[in-house]
């Protein structure tokens, strides 16, 4: 089975910009989940869908947002970049959501904002 | 914010040596997850321990978890010059998500 795959790896913005990013889960998993990696905060969650529905969102401003579309794959969406959102950015899948399972991580989107 | 501190931040060891991290939590939990990093890319799941277990086994990884005291240990024994990674403890509690430690920083030199 192939793995959990985000494109693109890297990216560089300019603030003010915005950004999509893009999550395609293991084949058969529901359930994806998207966390913000930087070194002073370091690993916070961002939301989780399952079934097309944001099913929990983290302590983020509403410049971040989501979507699942009904092949399970999501994207990510932060609009007017500031420097802060300087990080890597991971998505997981697991099968049912509940967190009860193991959480597959892709390799990460690394967003650099000038 | 994150759910509790690992300890060390920081170790540094020999091949062939073991090597432990510990973590701790602050609120209860179904299941706690270790991760392996290596140099800031994706996070590679090593393994799962429940609430209601207290060691699991998993080739040279040995996991404890005293949900009493909230903390949980990973033991590499072992270590080889490959071990070097960052090292994450993440806990699943009733909310929809993995709330991870500050991480350890493991350097295994050969």
């Known amino acids: 089975k192939a793995g959990v795959t985000q494109t693109p790896r890297y990216l560089i913005k300019t603030r003010g910009q915005q950004v999509t990013l893009s999550c395609s889960p293991i084949?058969?998993?529901?359930?994806v989940s998207w966390y913000q990696q930087t070194p002073g905060q370091g690993l916070q969650f961002l939301f989780e869908y399952f079934s097309e529905t944001q099913r929990n969102k983290g302590n983020f401003p509403g410049r971040f947002s989501g979507r699942q579309f009904s092949n399970s794959r999501s994207e990510m969406n932060v609009s007017t970049l500031e420097l802060g959102d300087s990080a890597l950015y991971l998505c997981?899948?697991?099968?049912?959501?509940?967190?009860?399972?193991?959480?597959?991580f892709g390799p990460g989107t690394r967003l650099t904002v000038l | 914010s994150q759910q509790g501190e690992e300890d060390p931040q920081a170790l540094s060891i020999q091949e062939g040596e073991n090597a432990t991290m510990n973590c701790s939590y602050k609120?209860?939990?179904?299941?706690l997850q270790w991760y392996r990093q290596n140099s800031g890319r994706g996070l590679v799941h090593l393994i799962l321990?429940?609430?209601?277990?207290r060691e699991k086994h998993s080739g040279r990884l040995r996991v404890t978890l005293d949900t009493s005291k909230k903390s949980s240990s990973l033991l590499i024994t072992a270590s080889r010059a490959a071990d070097t990674a960052s090292y994450f403890c993440a806990t699943a509690g009733s909310a929809r998500q993995l709330t991870f430690g500050s991480g350890t920083q493991l350097t295994v030199l050969p």
């Open positions: 609120t209860s939990i179904n299941n």
């Open positions: 997981a899948s697991s099968f049912r959501g509940t967190f009860t399972d193991t959480q597959y």
């Open positions: 321990i429940r609430s209601n277990e």
């Open positions: 084949s058969g998993h529901r359930s």
